[in-house]
């Protein structure tokens, strides 16, 4: 039934590891979008794929890396973690867009990274 | 990019009227949004506006854009503890509508 969803919700890791996590939309979405939201709550977009393609890469790390297997899942793998990637990831997704369309974007719970 | 602004914190007593504010950078924004966030889940969208509208009503929301000045708030009437949250702005623009560009968030108290 969910719509978005996030594994792990929680995950807690050494600094140097390196780790995934995984997304899945079941809305038939186009957009796909990760997201971090630091500990004040800000909220800054990562990536966004569209159609299994990178049409929006902000200033990140290397990294962080996405991988879209299908337009359906988006996964955020991270190499070499560091103390700065704690955060909550946000996974969210979006029907592409036509020219007058509003755009909205459904949110997974959210994964919370804790690097130790 | 855009910039959009927010307060940080707002607190209200239960059953009064709440009023969140917003300011963004770029006229060229179509769509102007409000997500809420409740402690430990992800945004939902509560309300949008077109930009070319100046008001929007929805039950206990009211939405104002102020074009000119490039202001967006956001009103809850009878406000109740089950609003507490944290409330984003957001725009998107027609021709980079992939583009998303949230606020900082106001974080909203209600004291009962």
């Known amino acids: 039934d969910t719509a978005v969803s996030q594994t792990p919700k929680y995950l807690v890791t050494q600094m140097g590891n390196d780790k995934s996590i995984k997304c899945e939309q079941n809305l038939g979405h186009d957009t796909m979008y990760w997201y971090k939201q630091d500990s004040k709550k800000f909220l800054k977009i990562m990536f966004s794929?569209?159609?299994?393609?990178?049409?929006i890469n902000e200033t990140v790390p290397n990294r962080f890396s996405p991988k879209s297997p299908d337009k359906a899942h988006l996964n955020l793998h991270i190499n070499s973690l560091e103390l700065g990637d704690s955060a909550v990831y946000f996974c969210?997704?979006?029907?592409?867009?036509?020219?007058?369309?509003?755009?909205?974007?459904?949110f997974g719970p959210g994964t919370r990274l804790t690097v130790l | 990019g855009e910039d959009v602004e927010q307060s940080l914190f707002l607190s209200v007593r239960e059953g009064d009227s709440s009023v969140i504010n917003c300011t963004y950078t770029d006229s060229s924004s179509t769509y102007l949004y409000w997500y809420k966030q409740e402690p430990g889940a992800g945004l939902q969208l509560l309300t949008y506006?077109?930009?070319?509208?100046d008001m929007k009503q929805d039950q206990r929301l009211t939405v104002l854009l102020n074009k000119k000045d490039k202001h967006l708030s956001l009103r809850i009437a009878d406000t109740q503890t089950g609003d507490s949250a944290i409330y984003f702005c957001a725009s998107s623009e027609q021709h980079t509508g992939n583009q998303f560009y949230f606020g900082t968030g106001t974080s909203l108290t209600v004291i009962p």
């Open positions: 506006i077109f930009s070319n509208m």
């Open positions: 969210a997704s979006s029907q592409s867009l036509g020219a007058s369309d509003y755009n909205e974007q459904f």
């Open positions: 794929y569209n159609n299994k393609e990178l049409i």
